[in-house]
């Protein structure tokens, strides 16, 4: 089942159980998809597309969670959690921590880098060799330690 298949078959699920958070979750989800549909007009939609779109979002909503807890607003904390977990749910699975070392351990000998200057060509060859699988931030973070 295509992505945007199944955004809209668990929207129609959440309607049923009337999941309210998870119904609200998945609109706004269709909304950006929507938007950044009409953005790529002429051409298609891909599903890396889509993909951009639901880390666009969940990276959003991590950046809010650390607002709301610096104002110690839980109750938006713990919302904004909610939504990360249901946003995540469309996205391949992560890799762990000693998975993004492997990699950035082979890309770095794939690359010949040797030191910090050279971060742009290894970010950029993990990023296509993880194909969405790790997180971007994590990727640089162990690069930066690799090539320092």
Not at 64 to 72: D, L, N, R, Y
Not at 118 to 140: C, P, R, Y
Request: aromatic content about 2%; glycine content about 2%; some cysteine.
């Amino acid at each position: 089942m295509e992505i945007r298949e199944k955004i809209l078959a668990d929207m129609k699920v959440a309607m049923r159980e009337k999941d309210q958070v998870r119904l609200d979750t998945i609109r706004f989800l269709q909304a950006a998809i929507k938007y950044r549909e009409i953005e790529c007009r002429p051409n298609p939609m891909t599903v890396e597309d889509v993909m951009s779109v639901i880390k666009k979002l969940v990276k959003q909503r991590k950046e809010s969670i650390e607002q709301f807890q610096a104002a110690q607003r839980q109750d938006l904390v713990d919302k904004e959690n909610t939504e990360v977990k249901i946003l995540e749910s469309y996205l391949p699975a992560q890799m762990s921590r000693e998975q993004v070392d492997a990699l950035v351990d082979q890309v770095v000998a794939e690359v010949k880098a040797t030191s910090i200057k050279d971060m742009g060509a290894v970010m950029k060859a993990a990023i296509a060799k993880s194909q969405g699988m790790a997180d971007n931030k994590m990727l640089s973070e162990v690069i930066k330690t690799k090539l320092k």
